[in-house]
Nanobody
Framework: QVQLVESGGGLVQPGGSLRLSCAAS????????MGWYRQAPGTERELVAS??????NYTESVKGRFTISRDYAKGTVDLQMSSLKPEDTAVYYC?????????WGQGTQVTVSS
């Protein structure tokens, strides 16, 4: 089992920055991929960024603005978000894939508004 706890969401103006953090606990030694999804009201959950074995992937809309990083020893994954846009507003969920099963955090709200 893996437990995930996110932090770092909030309200930011367009063009601003936020850093999301996620800490895994439990059986973290065989976690494969970690990353972030987001879900805006009335939309499906979408993959924002993921990282595995040092290789990161991003959805097209955040490339060049978001950076994912991971501490494999500590079981943490961060998402640095810059040049934020109103369309980035969503609940952001941390996830971890372990032995072909996905685990989810509780979600953290990110609101980009003036």
């Amino acid at each position: 089992q893996v437990q995930l706890v996110e932090s770092g969401g909030g309200l930011v103006q367009p063009g601003g920055s936020l850093r999301l953090s996620c800490a895994a606990s439990g059986s973290i030694s065989v976690i494969n991929t970690m990353g972030w999804y987001r879900q805006a009201p009335g939309t499906e959950r979408e993959l924002v960024a993921s990282i595995n074995s040092g290789s990161a992937n991003y959805t097209e809309s955040v490339k060049g603005r978001f950076t994912i990083s991971r501490d494999y020893a500590k079981g943490t994954v961060d998402l640095q978000m810059s040049s934020l846009k109103p369309e980035d507003t969503a609940v952001y969920y941390c996830y971890a894939e372990r032995l072909l099963r996905n685990y989810w955090g509780q979600g953290t709200q990110v609101t980009v508004s003036s």
